[in-house]
């Protein structure tokens, strides 16, 4: 399977490994969500936030998956439940490095997240995403794996250029 970057291979990904973040994840999973070009200086800062605080309270409001083969960090996803709600999760991040695009290694990680959220009680995944043209790769993604786009709030991000697009997956 051939990644977006025309005339690029993906990598094979060989006995990859899901784990719990642990501090030595933080610089890597920074350079990773800065390297895709879809993340701007305050989401990265947020996203890295997340993953600390992952670091900090383990059982807390934040879930992290990492995922690695062999000593290479491949990317990782944050998710939790929403408050107040029963059984509805929110998902928060996933990113994966670029040269691992088209190697299945987003779908794996979407796979263990919507295991962890079944585990968990879960029967509703929301996924909040961008408008913008860096984030259409990551609208096809999410539509492939079944979940469907429930709202759209224009110019949420930025009027006239960027809009909240809200998708949903209900747990079998």
């Known amino acids: 399977m051939t990644n977006s970057f025309p005339g690029s291979q993906a990598p094979q990904l060989r006995e990859p490994r899901l784990t719990a973040p642990a501090p030595e994840h933080v610089e890597p999973l920074r350079r990773i969500l800065i390297s895709t070009g879809a993340f701007n200086d305050e989401e990265v800062r947020v996203a890295i936030e997340l993953v600390e ?26 998710f939790g439940r929403a408050p107040f709600t029963e059984a509805t999760f929110d998902l928060y991040w996933i990113a994966v490095d670029p040269e691992w695009h088209g190697s299945g290694a987003a ?66």
Not at 58 to 66: A, E, N, R, S, T
Not at 107 to 120: D, N, Q, S
């Open 53 to 78: 605080s992952s670091l900090v309270d383990p059982q807390g409001d934040y879930q992290v998956l990492v995922l690695a083969t062999g000593a290479q960090v491949i990317g990782y996803t944050c």
């Open 107 to 172: 779908r794996l990680l979407m796979t263990a997240a919507e295991r962890e959220i079944r585990e968990r009680g879960g029967r509703l995944i929301l996924v909040e995403t961008a408008s913008r043209e860096t984030y259409a790769r990551a609208r096809r993604f999410y539509e492939s794996l079944g979940y469907r786009e429930i709202a759209r709030i224009r110019g949420y991000y930025q009027m006239g250029a960027d809009d909240k697009v809200v998708y949903e997956k209900r747990m079998a």
